[in-house]
């Protein structure tokens, strides 16, 4: 049974940082593949961020290359999310997901196997 663990979230003002953790469990976490969504009250689910197995790759929107950052401890089984100079509209609920090997296209939500149950990120103004 693959069980992924999201931590971190909370009540930020704008221009901090915080840093979200993604544990996993029952998996050979090595081999996965994992990222990170968020979706906003109302909105559709977006893809924030990606790592390949080995940690040599990620993948990133434009929009949020010099703000976010995602890093993975294989070791520890976890992978982070270090969100700098944060703005109200990255308020969401952030969602960790993985796949064993490589995604193709990571922004793709059907593509991805296992989903944490979310972790609360609030950006106030």
């Known amino acids: 049974q693959v069980q992924l663990v999201e931590s971190g979230g909370g009540l930020v003002q704008a221009g901090g940082s915080l840093r979200l953790s993604c544990a996993a469990s029952g998996v050979t976490f090595s081999s996965y593949t994992v990222g990170w969504f968020r979706q906003a009250p109302g909105k559709e689910r977006e893809f924030v961020t990606a790592?390949?197995?080995?940690?040599?790759?990620?993948y990133s929107p434009d929009s949020i290359k010099g703000r976010f950052t995602i890093s993975r401890d294989n070791a520890e089984k976890k992978v982070y999310l270090q969100m700098n100079s944060l703005k109200p509209e990255d308020t969401a609920v952030y969602y960790c997901?993985?796949?064993?090997?490589?995604?193709?296209?990571?922004?793709?939500?059907?593509?991805?196997?296992?989903w944490g149950q979310g972790t609360q990120v609030t950006v106030s103004s």
């Open positions: 997901a993985a796949k064993a090997g490589v995604v193709r296209s990571p922004a793709r939500g059907d593509l991805w196997n296992y």
């Open positions: 790592i390949s197995w080995s940690g040599a790759s990620t």
